[in-house]
């Protein structure tokens, strides 16, 4: 019988993250409890990118019922139901499923991203082929790598990553070797010298602070090498919850910990 | 890139427009002049909609009293548009989306990147890629209140404050010696300069429109004018037809490449279309997804309407989405604005120019 509740789990992670350097921040909006609460008894747990419907019934499928999504789990980010009840197609059915199941959500975004490293940089990394002994120093997300051609280096992302929905901006024959790498919506800056490629989660497209898409179609027009690789937010960030279940595994033994992806968003057309 | 004749491009914006002869710029200029602010002053007078503000749609580069030998309107001014235009004999360039790689415009590369860390890339709690670090949306052209659907517009951006990041004080800029100079801008602004190019954004007021542009322009290319449910141009109904082939339908007719995504059961059948160009927010796929079979939208936040729908299809209720890319989205509304500047400037060519999609998918 597990006599671990999901209050203790929390407890334990603002302790150990305490002695890591990162004290919690008791304003944060969104590392908080999301459907469930402390009482709740934990069965094994379940890191996941986003609290979508299907990371909760897969986890709850392989017998894990406390859910830690990176992100939100009512499509805002505030997580404000108000917003998302008056869905009729699928909320109710996914606050049905939870409450059947008994589920509980803690959020981990905030303080994740203030821990070094920071996994979801990390994660990214390793999982599109960026061998960290490249990093430029550590957490600088720059990597410098054998110069290669920028399609080439596309190609070779995609392939390792495996999702279909990857966009890509530049002209692939443009020689390119130094690399930024990001993470959900913190996309680096495609305009600084010395980077060649960035590769990101999640910018806009336009009206930005900044719109790499357009500077890196001018750059290939004016002959200035640069790429933009747009993993998109879930496979930007969703490789790093993979290093947030190995964090966690040793602070909590009495249950099993695993990762479960929140699952592809967007296929592509032929 | 595709070689425009002069000749060609008279004939194809003559086409069905007031017939303007052929003229050489110099009795072009005699028959009858008109200066890129001249235009713009027709614009606004006959656009049809309020000029509530001159925050977005002023003139980006070149000087408005330059004669006006031709016009582009086109979805992005990028340099290979403007090197196009000027193939065509076009020096007034109408653009929907920044021509400087932001929504502030400017046209030195004070946004990002150089000098300081780099908006969006400071300290503080949205540091490291929260949703909440997401700029505000275009009020201008989100799907909102306005456009069929329930989303409040949100508050408009004050311009000098949006190429400063919001969580960084501003003290912390600081940067000692100038930056170094862009290349990209550098050669955008030398080729205008070069070329005596006017460019001028029309976006917040062309979309306010009715009906909305960019959805006319889309029904008009898919052929579904028809088919149109609403009153808004907003909604259709056409015959049935697999999501996966309305999504491969799409990205063929807009000439997407990499841009376009779907989401929801390939083989599911649509018939109703609800479509909600530009930037939409999840309040307004929220009160449009019940009621349609697929939503065709221009961009979302990823963790908003875009996993509302992963969600919907995860339940196994049939219904689709499709974000085709904001400036593929952009496109046939600026083909609409052609054919309508043709009406209010008959002295001068005027024709469309695609920036195509800026996505492209490695294989």
């Known amino acids: ?270 | 890139m595709t070689e425009i004749s002069r000749r060609d491009f008279v004939a194809l914006t003559a086409a069905g427009a007031i017939a303007t002869p052929f003229l050489d710029a110099a009795s072009l200029r005699s028959a009858a002049t008109v200066t890129a602010q001249d235009i713009v002053d027709r614009v606004k007078k006959n656009i049809g909609v309020d000029w509530s503000s001159d925050d977005v749609d002023t003139f980006k580069a070149g000087d408005p009293a330059t004669i006006v030998t031709g016009v582009v309107t086109t979805s992005m001014a990028t340099l290979d548009v403007l090197q196009k235009a000027v193939q065509a004999g076009a020096n007034l360039i109408i653009t929907a989306a920044p021509t400087f790689y932001s929504r502030a415009d400017l046209s030195t590369a004070a946004g990002r990147g150089f000098g300081a860390s780099g908006a969006g890339r400071g300290p503080g709690p949205n540091r490291g890629g929260g949703p909440g670090a997401a700029p505000a949306p275009s009020p201008a052209t989100t799907s909102g209140a306005g456009t069929g659907a329930s989303a409040p517009m949100p508050p408009a951006p004050v311009l000098p404050q949006s190429v400063v990041p919001p969580a960084q004080p501003p003290a912390v800029i600081t940067p000692p010696t100038p930056p170094p100079i862009d290349p990209v801008y550098a050669g955008k602004n030398a080729f205008i300069e070069t070329h005596k190019l006017v460019v001028f954004r029309l976006t917040q007021h062309w979309n306010q429109r009715r009906p909305d542009p960019r959805a006319q322009g889309l029904a008009a290319a898919m052929g579904w004018t028809k088919y149109k449910t609403g009153e808004d141009s907003l909604r259709y109904e056409v015959p049935a037809i697999s999501l996966e082939a309305l999504a491969s339908q799409l990205k063929k007719t807009l000439g997407a490449r990499g841009g376009i995504r779907a989401i929801g059961d390939r083989t599911m059948t649509v018939r109703k279309i609800g479509l909600l160009p530009g930037f939409t927010m999840l309040q307004a796929s929220i009160a449009t997804l019940p009621s349609v079979d697929v939503i065709i939208t221009g961009e979302v936040q990823e963790w908003e309407s875009a996993t509302y729908a992963q969600d919907v299809a995860f339940a196994g209720v049939r219904r689709g989405f499709i974000s085709i890319g904001r400036v593929v989205n952009e496109a046939p509304g600026m083909q609409v604005c052609a054919d309508w500047l043709k009406t209010i400037a008959p002295e001068v060519p005027v024709r469309f120019v695609s920036a195509g999609d800026p996505y492209w998918r490695p294989i």
Do not use: C
């Not at chain 1, 499928?61 to 404000?80: K, Q, S, V």
């Open chain 1, 1 to 270: 019988m597990p006599t671990l509740t999901a209050g203790d789990v929390v407890n334990r992670i603002k302790a150990v993250m305490a002695v890591q350097g990162v004290a919690w921040n008791d304003a944060t909006t969104r590392d908080r409890f999301k459907f469930g609460g402390p009482d709740t008894l934990v069965t094994g747990i379940a890191t996941t990118f986003m609290g979508t419907f299907e990371a909760i019934t897969r986890a709850s499928e392989r017998g894990l019922n406390m859910i830690i999504p990176h992100e939100d789990t009512y499509w805002n980010d505030a997580d404000n139901t108000v917003i998302a009840e008056a869905d009729p197609l699928v909320y109710k059915t996914k606050v049905d499923f939870m409450t059947a199941h008994n589920i509980v959500v803690f959020r981990i975004h905030d303080h994740m991203h203030r821990q070094r490293p920071d996994f979801t940089f990390s994660g990214t990394a390793r999982e599109v082929g960026l061998d960290p002994s490249m990093e430029t120093a550590p957490n600088s997300h720059r990597f410098v790598i054998p110069e290669t051609t920028f399609g080439e280096l596309a190609a070779r992302v995609k392939k390792i990553r495996g999702d279909d929905a990857i966009r890509v901006v530049g002209d692939p024959n443009a020689k390119v070797s130094r690399i930024a790498t990001g993470a959900g919506m913190a996309t680096p800056a495609v305009n600084v010298p010395d980077i060649d490629v960035v590769i990101g989660g999640e910018q806009r497209e336009i009206e930005g602070t900044f719109d790499s898409p357009e500077y890196v179609m001018d750059a290939a027009t004016v002959g200035v090498a640069k790429g933009w690789i747009i993993l998109g937010h879930n496979m930007s960030e969703e490789s790093g919850m993979q290093e947030m279940a190995d964090w966690l595994r040793p602070i909590v033994p009495e249950v099993k910990v695993a990762h479960v992806r929140a699952g592809n968003v967007y296929w592509v057309p032929k």
